[in-house]
């Protein structure tokens, strides 16, 4: 199975035409229906279906996008760490992000490190404890950022300098918006709105043993999505704050919980890892920056 046979398949899956994807891969379509009929043969399952005017994936194909995707972009990772170990001056670095307002330090830190490496090419990645992780451990991520307790049989880690603050985000003219700090009471049988990492590991540690006493209206994985919810009178959402705007022309308002409920970040990176060049001046860089922050 070749690399290429991989990058023409992603081509078709997401152009879902033959005919565009053969443009776009500089190649004839003749070509590539054969790269396409070899790949099936190869495998022994039919990766798309054939309409009149355009092709969609069938589940064995669903299944080779995922595996084909991270494929590609392993290869393309590689290909960069190697082809940057004579540059002095950069390359590229990849993270995945959870959601915290502490990510501005980390960009502020990224911004002095160009300064010094103005080759520095870093990619992003946003995703849930569970999102990020999996692509740390295929080697698709150098570093991640996680709103959990890292393993640290798997990695080793940095703490941020600050646990985020969970509260609730509320419509301002929410009876809860006149108090000064919500509890369990003034939650309980209301919908609401947050994270599944949050509502699995997080609010559990809050409420204890009162947790089915709060309704779980519906989960996102981003905070800005569930405050759309919030605007519409759906309900009212639990995340961090700083990641609304609760602005006095938000129409939104943030209250914390009471008693406090905080959440430690990290950057966490796989143990033995074998960085790129820039990389591990990367990892240098921040290391010297969080512990400055820590005394």
């Not at 081509?11 to 891969?25: F, K, P, W, Y």
């Amino acid at each position: 199975m070749e690399l290429r046979s991989m990058r023409y398949f992603l081509a078709v899956a997401r152009e879902e035409n033959m005919t565009r994807a053969a443009e776009l891969l500089h190649v004839t379509q003749p070509t590539l229906s054969k790269q396409i009929q070899a790949l099936e043969d190869e495998l022994g399952k039919k990766l798309f279906v054939r309409h009149s005017f355009s092709i969609e994936l069938t589940e064995e194909g669903m299944l080779l996008r995922k595996r084909a995707e991270d494929l590609v972009s392993m290869a393309d990772k590689i290909a960069g760490e190697f082809a940057a170990l004579d540059d002095v001056t950069g390359g590229d670095v990849y993270l995945g992000l959870a959601e915290s307002y502490q990510i501005r330090s980390l960009a502020r830190q990224i911004k002095r490190f160009k300064q010094t490496y103005p080759g520095l090419r870093y990619h992003i990645t946003s995703g849930d404890t569970e999102q990020v992780t999996e692509k740390l451990d295929k080697g698709l991520l150098d570093f991640a950022v996680l709103a959990d307790e890292p393993n640290t049989a798997k990695y080793n880690h940095l703490p941020f300098p600050e646990p985020d603050l969970w509260g609730v985000v509320m419509p301002d003219s929410h009876d809860l918006a006149r108090k000064e700090a919500v509890t369990v009471d003034d939650l309980a049988g209301l919908p609401l709105f947050c994270s599944e990492q949050g509502w699995a590991n997080d609010i559990p540690r809050w409420c204890g043993e009162r947790m089915d006493e709060l309704h779980l209206e519906g989960s996102f994985r981003l905070s800005y999505n569930g405050s759309l919810f919030v605007k519409e009178g759906l309900g009212l959402l639990l995340t961090f704050d700083h990641l609304i705007d609760t602005s006095p022309d938000s129409g939104l308002v943030f209250r914390p919980l009471s008693p406090r409920l905080e959440t430690r970040i990290y950057l966490v990176w796989k143990k033995y890892q074998v960085f790129s060049p820039i990389a591990e001046r990367f990892l240098e860089s921040i290391q010297r920056e969080m512990n400055a922050l820590a005394h």
